[in-house]
């Protein structure tokens, strides 16, 4: 019986990966084609004639903002409101010349130099937190309350001869 | 001024577009086109559409011109939507073509994104206050919209209480949004308004002419005596003095300013600074 006419395959399985491995290009590129036409086919589309888009140098706003050059809406006289007098200074300042940067010393509680040193014993102060009961002595704070270096730790003395 | 309204009247009904050009500092009539400094020579004194064929029709410059409140695009013209003065600002720098508007006089506000205003709340509904702006309709303002709110921290803000705050949503189509921090989470100044003073209303362009960098209405009431005035681009102020004297004496003065004269502003200054 299989050798009065050959089986006839689907169409589906035609499509398979497996059964296109022996097929040559063209016949892929055939088969590849009549699929796109048919997905295409099914999408839908607009039937309307193609608009072309009109480059356009006019743009519409509505703000006055852009038009005039407004100042900042509060306003305080003769120190009524000595914040809303610091904040026109600073808004209308920002209208005039937009790239200011301005820079504001904060004052400092702790200067430089203790920070400094404070880091310096960081070790110290961390490592007192990890010290067991017995080497907690060698964490005594001085009158400052700075920590004092560590002390050696005492090793294994090999008895001498 | 009334030849300058036959002028338009003419011209309208001649159907020519005339050039923004010519027309700065004139009053406008909604319905009227103007064209762009670009296309003047194109229009020649033929008018009705022909254009004569130049070599270097495709080099026009292309200068971004920004078409401001009162006035609309229509092809590559401006159409006039408000009557009033038109203006225009040239640009310090950059490439665009300078901004054209119509300055015009009206009551109404109209809610426009970035806009300061002042506000009255209205409701407190969940998460969000009801604030009336003046607008077709009352605002949204979301409670974490204010400095240093959060879920828990949330503003001490009641019903009646005055709010300076500006837009970040005011379209035709949507409700207005408005907040009281700029986009790095300050509140410059946004926020509630004190306690007392009064809030009065006048109209939109005496504001605009209040707030120009140099209005010598304010530098006057600046010298009279200590004040604090608060400008919402919806036509309202509020302003506040030590007595109740002086802050109606100052509400007055800026109702009045608009139909004054500067001389008759100059007396009334005058005897202001006597008593």
């Known amino acids: ?161 | 001024m009334a030849e300058a309204v036959q002028f338009a009247a003419e011209s309208l009904a001649g159907g020519r577009a005339r050039a923004a050009r010519t027309v700065l500092d004139q009053v406008v009539l909604p319905g009227e086109e103007l064209l762009l400094p670009e296309q003047e020579d194109v229009e020649g004194p033929g008018g009705a559409g022909e254009r004569p064929l130049r070599l270097n029709a495709g080099t026009r410059s292309r200068l971004r011109v920004v078409c401001g409140p009162g006035l609309r695009r229509c092809g590559d013209r401006l159409l006039v939507t408000k009557c009033g003065r038109l203006r225009h600002k040239d640009p310090g720098s950059g490439s665009s073509g300078g901004v054209y508007w119509v300055d015009s006089q009206q009551k109404r506000y109209v809610p426009v994104k970035g806009d300061h205003v002042i506000g009255i709340v209205t409701a407190k509904s969940g998460d969000i206050f009801k604030v009336d702006v003046g607008g077709s309709e009352p605002a949204s303002l979301s409670y974490l919209a204010f400095e240093g709110a959060t879920k828990r921290n949330r503003p001490n803000v009641q019903v009646g209480d005055l709010i300076y705050g500006q837009f970040v949503v005011a379209n035709k189509d949507m409700e207005p949004e408005m907040v009281c921090i700029d986009s790095c989470g300050r509140a410059n100044g946004m926020g509630v308004i004190g306690h007392d003073g009064l809030l009065f209303k006048v109209t939109l362009g005496l504001i605009r002419k209040l707030l120009a960098p140099e209005c010598e209405i304010i530098q006057e009431v600046g010298k009279l005596y200590p004040l604090e005035i608060v400008f919402g681009m919806n036509g309202r102020i509020w302003v506040k003095a030590k007595t109740i004297q002086q802050t109606l004496i100052l509400a007055n003065i800026l109702e009045a300013c608009e139909h004054m004269t500067a001389d008759q502003r100059k007396q009334i200054f005058a005897r202001l600074a006597e008593n």
Request: charged share 45%; glycine share 4%.
């Open chain 1, 1 to 161: 019986m299989a050798a009065e006419r050959k089986t006839k395959l689907s169409k589906n399985l035609l499509r398979m990966k497996f059964m296109q491995r022996g097929l040559d290009s063209e016949t892929k590129k055939q088969l590849e084609e009549e699929e796109k036409k048919i997905i295409s086919e099914e999408h839908w589309y607009l039937d309307l004639p193609e608009l072309k888009e009109k480059e356009s140098v006019i743009i519409e706003e509505q703000s006055f903002l852009l038009c005039e050059d407004l100042l900042y809406g509060r306003m305080s006289f003769r120190g009524f409101n000595p914040e809303v007098e610091k904040l026109m200074l600073q808004m209308n300042a920002k209208n005039k010349a937009e790239d200011e940067d301005e820079d504001e010393i904060v004052e400092l509680d702790v200067s430089d130099e203790e920070m400094a040193r404070r880091y310096e014993t960081l070790v110290g102060t961390i490592g007192k937190k990890f010290a067991k009961k017995r080497d907690r002595a060698n964490y005594e704070e001085d009158e400052n309350g700075n920590i004092k270096p560590v002390k050696a730790k005492k090793m294994f003395l090999k008895p001498q001869d």
